[in-house]
């Protein structure tokens, strides 16, 4: 199983509600990513997990909550949306989080959300 | 300066066309680096790691120049199934030891009958 899947696919959500990104690898793998694309855009790191431990949070605005429960699963969570937040969410994963690591990421097929 | 820069698109080039694409990053610590394909509205997938001794994967040559940090990609023989968007991709060391892989704008690329 070499697939990294998302839930939901699309999602349209108000500015007052509360939803959450689903991510999911059975790959083993001990790094995961949560990316956002806006369109015409290439994909923006927000977070790195690495070993279940947040590695990296790239000044993201605090109405992005993300979780990981466990190797295998990762979350995000959202409250308070903006429109300007609409775009692709994108998870990755990769095999492992080591400094010397060179192994690529694995990409799901991203959740497109709207916020109205 | 962005820290990785690509050529501007889009490319629209015939069948059977080779192309050339490149890629500079400012980020003299980085370690790894990739092309990906991306086509509209999917996901980036992997199209081939880069060495500094240059790699081949059939019709996709890619080569590193570490000393002048720049990138390229050369698809030879172009197919209408390569037409796409290529992201020059760069893989560094953040703060908390995470890796962290910062992608270049990307360059569209159209083969055409």
């Known amino acids: 199983d070499t697939e990294v899947t998302q839930t939901p696919k699309h999602l349209v959500m108000g500015m007052t509600n509360k939803k959450s990104l689903k991510c999911e690898q059975h790959m083993g793998h001990r790094a995961m990513y949560w990316y956002k694309q806006k369109a015409k855009k290439p994909p923006e790191l927000m977070f790195v997990y690495s070993y279940e431990k947040l590695s990296i949070n790239e000044s993201v605005p605090s109405r992005f909550s993300p979780e990981c429960p466990n190797s295998s699963l990762l979350n995000l969570h959202l409250h308070a949306l903006q429109p300007e937040d609409s775009a692709l969410y994108l998870c990755?994963?990769?095999?492992?989080?080591?400094?010397?690591?060179?192994?690529?990421?694995?990409f799901g097929p991203g959740t497109r959300l709207t916020v109205t | 300066r962005k820290e990785v820069e690509q050529d501007p698109g889009p490319f629209n080039v015939p069948e059977g066309a080779t192309v050339a694409f490149n890629c500079t990053y400012s980020n003299s610590a980085s370690q790894s680096f990739f092309w990906y394909r991306q086509d509209c509205r999917k996901e980036p997938k992997l199209l081939m790691s880069v060495y500094s001794s240059g790699n081949e994967d059939g019709r996709f040559t890619a080569q590193l120049n570490r000393a002048s940090q720049y990138i390229s990609l050369l698809i030879r023989d172009s197919k209408l199934s390569d037409s796409a968007t290529y992201l020059c991709?760069?893989?560094?060391?953040?703060?908390?030891?995470?890796?962290?892989?910062?992608f270049g704008t990307g360059t569209q690329l159209k083969v055409e009958l």
């Open positions: 990755a994963s990769s095999p492992w989080a080591g400094q010397q690591d060179s192994y690529e990421q694995y």
């Open positions: 991709v760069v893989k560094s060391v953040g703060p908390g030891g995470g890796n962290k892989l910062t």
